[in-house]
């Protein structure tokens, strides 16, 4: 079974950086979309951005264009979210998902993937 491990989360000023990693292992991501999410307390998860298998489409969430870039590196087996510009309501927990059906990444984005990782907490916060 696929397993994703999420990274590279933290607290960190408004306006600082913080990059995102989703990492698998024993498979390839190669062959599956894969979608970051976040929830924050109180609130129901959203999709912040999501990549097609090929990294040819990308899509983001109204919330983060301009600010977040979703990317992914085939050697290294590796999802990746920089997240520039952050503000408090960016505080979540971030979660990436790995979905295998030929899905738009909108509806990755909406829906969801097969596959989860366990979270990484992000704290924007002076």
């Known amino acids: 079974q696929l397993q994703l491990v999420e990274s590279g989360g933290g607290l960190v000023q408004p306006g600082g950086s913080l990059r995102l990693s989703c990492a698998a292992s024993?498979?390839?991501?190669?062959?599956?979309?894969i979608g970051w999410f976040r929830q924050a307390p109180g609130k129901e998860r959203e999709g912040v951005s999501c990549i097609s298998d090929s990294g040819s489409s990308t899509y983001y969430a109204d919330a983060v264009k301009g600010r977040f870039t979703i990317s992914r590196d085939s050697a290294k087996n590796t999802v990746y979210l920089q997240m520039n510009s952050l503000k408090p309501e960016d505080t979540a927990v971030y979660y990436c998902?790995?979905?295998?059906?030929?899905?738009?990444?909108?509806?990755?984005?909406?829906?969801?993937?097969?596959?989860w990782g366990q979270g990484t907490q992000v704290t924007v916060s002076s």
């Open positions: 024993r498979f390839t991501l190669d062959y599956y979309a």
């Open positions: 998902a790995a979905e295998h059906e030929p899905l738009s990444v909108q509806a990755v984005c909406k829906l969801g993937g097969d596959y």
